[in-house]
Nanobody
Framework: QVQLVESGGGLVQPGGSLRLSCAAS????????MGWYRQAPGKQRELVAV??????NYADSVNGRFTISTDNAKNTMYLQMNSLRPEDTAVYYC?????????????WGQGAQVTVSS
């Protein structure tokens, strides 16, 4: 199992920056994929960014503004969000996918509210 604990959400003005953190309860070397999703009010949860071994993908809406990274020593993943827009307002969820033999497992953080408003 993996426990994921998020931190770093908050209120920011348009054009501002925030960094989200996601601390995993075990070595992220043992996690096949980690990423960030978000869900705005009345909308479906959507992928923001995902990181696997040697590959990173971003949603078109955040490409060039958001950066996903990991600190292996701290078992922590980050999402640096720059040039924030009101449409980035959502609850952001950390996600981890593990593989055990033929079975895959998905884990979620508790969510972090990000509000972009003047």
């Amino acid at each position: 199992q993996v426990q994921l604990v998020e931190s770093g959400g908050g209120l920011v003005q348009p054009g501002g920056s925030l960094r989200l953190s996601c601390a995993a309860s075990r070595s992220i070397f043992t996690i096949a994929a980690m990423g960030w999703y978000r869900q705005a009010p009345g909308k479906q949860r959507e992928l923001v960014a995902v990181k696997t071994t040697g590959r990173i993908n971003y949603a078109d809406s955040v490409n060039g503004r958001f950066t996903i990274s990991t600190d292996n020593a701290k078992n922590t993943m980050y999402l640096q969000m720059n040039s924030l827009r009101p449409e980035d307002t959502a609850v952001y969820y950390c996600h981890a996918h593990t593989i055990d033999g033929l079975a895959g497992y998905d884990y979620w953080g508790q969510g972090a509210q990000v509000t972009v408003s003047s």
